[in-house]
């Protein structure tokens, strides 16, 4: 393959910046669990939450960030760039998660806030601290709120061999992900936890099938494509479909009523095996989102700047937030906390992730000379799901 066959740049496109930045937000405030800002969150609204969305982002970035090599005929160099990537974020979970046993530790001696320990899986570090500290760097052992990382690396390091099923067929990348997906929900594969029985939380056997639809879309982008085009009749029944899951959230309705004839991941709300029932309404919100023009003017208002450069440094912004958002926890576990002070503790927290925002953007613009353009440093560009232009208001 020569170069002529690699699409042109398609430049930054900063809605995607700005639905990752809400997505951390979101992420943050859930992983400081019983303050009553959560009760407000995505996931209280319908039947998946920021982690399917998150997923979902990450892989339309990587298909827009790393296809080009491999689309060049550089493929060698393509798989270093992406593992290179995998490295940074394996150090990421790694030192954090060092950081959050430190914290934990720290109340558990000087606050006694041991009702936190079940809560964090934080047990087994007191119980066999030697096969913790080995299952830690081997990532079998994962603290609670610490799961996200993991799975993206691990999504990474399969990332070209995505990349190059779906640079020569998108719907033979979705099918070859999909029936990973149904092998895994029906023989219940995952990978396993250690010192501890069990797999992974976020199974990435399952959630694959998420990101691998995300690399489709980016490749899509790549080509000024959607991965689905417009078509009413869907975007109706993606607007239904967000309906009836709020609905059936908010009256807190247990089951769906197919659950007791289908497979679990089939019918069920599984997280860890990312159920179909998660999966299609992620799917649907980021259709319905990517299609109404309003959604694009909103986000484009001057309100949405910070939370839009929040996505645009996510991996520090999400590492420091789950420092943060752990610190936070153990400061609850000892002292209560109300509407004031749980308001305090996460407005502070996410002026923190701001500001270390701001300053590696400015940091950045400093050493370059220029603003701060990730595009026209030779980063990776990246573009907002499935998306062209928004065809309806």
Known sequence: MNNSTV????????RLDVFRGLALLTIFIN?????????????????????????????????????????????AKAVLRVWRRAGTLYVAHIVTSVIAIAIIAFGVVYLNSVKLVPSVNFGIMLEKPLEAVIGLPALGYQIGYFNILPLYFTLLIVSPLYILIGIRSRPALIAFATAIWILAGTFRLNLPNYPIAGGWFFNPISWQLIYAIGVAAGLAALEKRKLVPFNPWLFGFSAAYLVFSMVWIRMEMGALPLDRYFPFFLAGFDKTFLALPRLLHVLALAYVLTNLAAVSRLIAMPAFKPIELIGQHSLAVFATGSVLSIALQVYRARFHTGILEDGTLILGGILIQYGLARFLAATSEKKRGKPADAAKAGEPALVGPMIEQPLRS
């Open 7 to 14: 699409p042109p740049s398609i430049g930054r496109d900063h």
């Open 31 to 75: 992983h400081v669990p019983g303050n009553v800002f959560e009760n407000f969150t995505s996931r209280n609204f319908g039947f998946s939450d920021a982690a399917e969305a998150f997923v979902l982002m990450s892989g339309i970035a990587v298909g827009l960030a790393y296809s080009r090599g491999f689309r060049a005929g550089e493929w």
